[in-house]
């Protein structure tokens, strides 16, 4: 199944919007309480440094990008899961980038491999 270069555009933009929500959390949590953070803390990391990865390789039409996907969508959702537990607007603003994030890294990754559809498509 062919996915449309609309999908790979949302679902790099949605990787953006994580990497850079994950980014902020980790550093508040850093100079909140890093020790009732830490698993937030930890998962922030890992989310943003896949997510920077999936752009990567989304961008470079690369025939792992599904695959990837498929890995941050997991660790999204559960990056999504710990960060919605705490209150404060960065927090939630990380959950919610979490899970749109997941949405659509899970929608590349049920693809399979990238076939860019044709320009405008």
Known sequence: ??????????????????????SQCRNESLTEDPVMMRE???????CLELCRTCVALLTASSGFA????G??????TACAAECGKYEGETMRKCAQASRRCAATCAEVAQAGPLRRAAAGA
């Not at 199944?1 to 994950?22: D, F, K, P, T, Y």
């Open 1 to 22: 199944m062919a996915i449309s270069n609309q999908v790979i555009e949302r679902c790099i933009e949605e990787c953006l919007q994580c990497l850079r929500w994950c």
């Open 71 to 76: 890995i941050c969508s997991e660790l999204c």
């Open 40 to 46: 937030s803390i930890r998962l922030c990391s890992d």
């Open 66 to 69: 599904h695959r990837v996907c």
